[in-house]
């Protein structure tokens, strides 16, 4: 079993895996391969397993932790750590501490290590994805953290932060947050590299973890530019290595916690497979040199009648 290295929090002090089990499968659906890929993911050493309320695998998650600790796999959930996330029909003000208690009944647990709010935007309560147009509203930022603040405050949460957030959104959250985010979830990978958010995370104490750090292929936040770029086939074959293991140790060698999704079992290995090597500095550099772009626009919120009007807006800028 391999022993998953892990980062400390900077604001709080808690410790976060550095590999996480991703549970977004496309389309969202509850499948029983879920409860199953879950318990041989922590057969192989997985700690860290990120949900979401969106994905419907909360439950199939619980059901597996429960069978992990009647095989004897882990001795409690503590040793876990479990990430789920508030959707966009629950970023209003009533809706929080009812979604993340949901959440936790659909877990089987009392408590989540990390809670973080979705997006940057509100929809129309019982919305899911994909959504209308016209279900977009805006966010309330303020009266939404204070409700996820006070999550935290309650016992329900370790601890909170937020998935999609740009510099700019972050510098208004934290002009008006009490506890701040820990975690700033974004899009990362060879491709979309986010130098700039990176620093300004670095500077402010937001950990970043990265999804989608193989591209997300197959999905409508994905892009095959990673898995088919020609820079990162290059240097897998000179190192003896898959691109994933490629893209992994890339971004552990960045400081960042990363979440990857398969239900592969070989994959699944292979994807753990990245500690006791490095890049070369000549690796690193070619990587460095890989035109950048998003693979998740979020077109999907832009519209002309919303909060959003253009991609360069939920963005700003930074795409």
């Known amino acids: 079993m391999v022993k998953i290295p892990e980062a400390v929090l900077a604001s709080n002090g808690k410790t976060i895996p550095l590999v996480g089990f991703g549970m977004a499968e496309f ?23 990120d949900t979401a309320s969106l994905y419907q695998s909360e439950q199939p998650l619980g059901e597996a932790i429960t069978e992990a600790l009647r095989l004897g ?12 996330k508030l959707w966009c029909s629950d970023a209003h003000r009533h809706l929080v501490i009812p979604a993340l208690q949901n959440t936790l009944r659909n877990l089987g647990l009392e408590y989540l290590d990390l809670y973080l709010v979705h997006f940057p935007g509100s929809l129309k309560p019982g919305s899911g ?10 966010m309330d930022y303020e009266t939404v953290w ?7 405050k309650l ?34 990978n060879p491709v979309w590299q986010q130098k700039k958010l990176r620093e300004f995370c670095e500077v402010k104490g937001i950990h970043i973890s ?24 290059e240097i897998a074959t000179s190192r003896g290595k898959s691109i994933a ?35 070369t500095a000549e690796d690193v550099h070619k990587i460095e040199q890989i035109p ?28």
Not at 36 to 48: D, Q
Not at 129 to 138: G, H, S
Request: charged share 25%; aromatic share 10%; with cysteine.
């Open 27 to 49: 389309p969202f659906s509850t499948s029983e391969d879920t409860k199953e890929s879950v318990l041989h993911a922590i057969t192989l050493g997985y700690r860290h397993f």
């Open 73 to 84: 796999l882990i001795k409690s959930s503590d040793e876990l750590f479990i990430t789920s």
């Open 129 to 138: 994805f994909p959504f209308n147009k016209e279900d977009i509203v805006a």
């Open 146 to 152: 204070k409700e996820t603040e006070e999550c935290q």
């Open 155 to 188: 016992g329900l949460t370790k601890s909170i932060g937020v998935s999609n957030f740009s510099c700019k959104k972050l510098e208004k959250l934290l002009a008006m947050a009490k506890i701040p985010p820990i975690v700033n979830q974004v899009e990362m």
């Open 210 to 233: 990265a999804y989608s750090p193989l591209g997300g292929k197959g999905t409508p936040w994905g892009t095959v530019r990673v898995m088919d770029s020609q820079v990162l086939k």
């Open 245 to 279: 293991q490629v893209c992994l140790r890339w971004a552990y060698e960045q400081g960042v916690s990363v979440i990857v999704k398969s239900y592969n079992k070989e994959r699944m290995k292979e994807n753990l497979e990245i500690f006791d090597w490095k890049l």
């Open 292 to 319: 950048q772009g998003r693979g998740n626009p979020a077109e999907f919120f832009v519209t002309k009648e919303g909060p959003f009007k253009s991609i360069e807006e939920f963005w700003d800028g930074e795409i």
